[in-house]
């Protein structure tokens, strides 16, 4: 089978990419060794903050702004609520480049953003202690994504607009020719004008063999559900959080419709290989996210269930965006480090602008690979 475009690995930004180029009217194949939404990699686990003021960087602003009008217009294409309003939180000390980025990338785009001290918080947010020298900063236009129902409606709505879906399929190679881009699975061999790499913790091995070394390393990660009264800490009363420790970054959200208050510990974590059997959440994780809630969040009640992800961790944390340096019939999206989802809408969009104009009208010099040469 020939296709115009092979989408290589249909994770969040592989599903939105092929969603993107199959409404372009593109001949597109998607696929993954697994059969999305699944939990093999990053994109499970309920829930993701999607947040506009952006700790991380002002240059990510424009490319979340997008993100959100494409969210609200897949929202309105299947009928059904994606982007769940609650607001975000950041809390933090003062001085640090996180918070500071969050309150001057507000300024710069005129986001709304509610700025307090420590008592001021917790007197608005009675479920949360805030140490006396921190300070929050509240976004009330943030929230959270429902993660498995957005890849899951990407993938219907690329299937209406004539994309094929492949699913528990490996790929084992990809070669370029001269008139075409080899794509080689575990069953059979494919053929595309090009091809979009998007396989998440897996497209490290996958660019080695396309002579690319992609400095993305993946880790293991946890997070976890507690049970919560939501009178404090349901989502109609409580927003998604994130807090910078001295050593550590933790993240969490309100109790959605019961499910329990979610934690997570965004930092730290150990280097695996994807391939191997996953290290199931254990006594030790739940040490850690227990003491963090046992502190910041006092009335919170026992575990409910803990689970495991991983994050493709680029060096810088910032991601990989970008085409082959030497073919342009490929592309390639990758270590998103954790902060990724938020944008998987606007990454799908960027993707088909490459394979049908070449460029993008963002600025992606801070993606590029070149940073790392």
């Avoid at 609650?86 to 969050?102: C, H, L, P, Y």
């Avoid at 933790?250 to 959605?256: A, E, H, I, N, V």
């Amino acid at each position: 089978m020939h296709y115009d475009v092979i989408v290589v690995g249909a994770g969040s930004m592989g599903m939105a990419a092929g969603y993107q180029l199959a409404k372009a009217g593109k001949h597109v194949l998607i696929i993954d060794r697994y059969n999305p939404p699944h939990d093999h990699a990053s994109h499970h686990g309920e829930t993701r903050i999607i947040r506009y003021a952006y700790g991380e960087g002002q240059n990510y602003v424009p490319l979340l702004l997008r993100a959100r009008e494409l969210w609200q217009e897949l929202e309105k294409e299947v009928h059904k609520e994606l982007l769940v309003q609650v607001g975000a939180i950041n809390v933090g000390r003062s001085d640090s480049t996180f918070m500071q980025n969050v309150i001057t990338s507000a300024k710069r785009y005129e986001l709304p953003l509610e700025l307090r001290n420590a008592s001021e918080t917790m007197e608005r947010f009675p479920g949360m202690y805030v140490p006396e020298d921190f300070i929050s900063c509240f976004e009330p236009t943030a929230g959270f994504l429902r993660v498995e129902d957005c890849v899951q409606a990407y993938r219907e709505r690329a299937i209406y607009y004539g994309a094929t879906v492949l699913v528990n399929t490996a790929v084992m190679n990809i070669v370029p020719k001269e008139a075409h881009i080899e794509v080689h699975t575990s069953l059979t061999k494919l053929t595309a004008n090009q091809v979009v790499i998007t396989a998440g913790a897996w497209a490290k091995e996958l660019l080695h063999q396309l002579n690319i070394s992609l400095p993305v390393t993946p880790t293991r990660k946890t997070f976890a559900w507690y049970d919560a009264d939501d009178a404090l800490y349901g989502n109609e009363h409580y927003p998604t959080f994130g807090f910078e420790l001295e050593n550590a970054l933790y993240y969490g959200f309100p109790s959605d419709n019961g499910a329990g208050l979610k934690v997570g510990r965004h930092d730290g974590g150990e280097a695996i290989n994807p391939n191997d059997e996953r290290i199931a959440f254990n006594a030790h994780d739940e040490q850690q996210l227990t003491q963090f809630l046992n502190r910041y969040m006092p009335q919170h009640g026992p575990l409910k269930v803990g689970k495991t992800c991983m994050y493709a961790m680029t060096p810088d944390e910032d991601f990989i965006i970008d085409q082959h340096p030497t073919d342009a019939r490929i592309h390639i999206a990758a270590g998103f480090s954790g902060h990724g989802f938020k944008f998987a809408a606007v990454v799908g969009e960027l993707l088909k602008d490459f394979v049908i104009d070449g460029n993008s009208t963002f600025d992606l010099t801070d993606f590029s690979l070149q940073r790392f040469n």
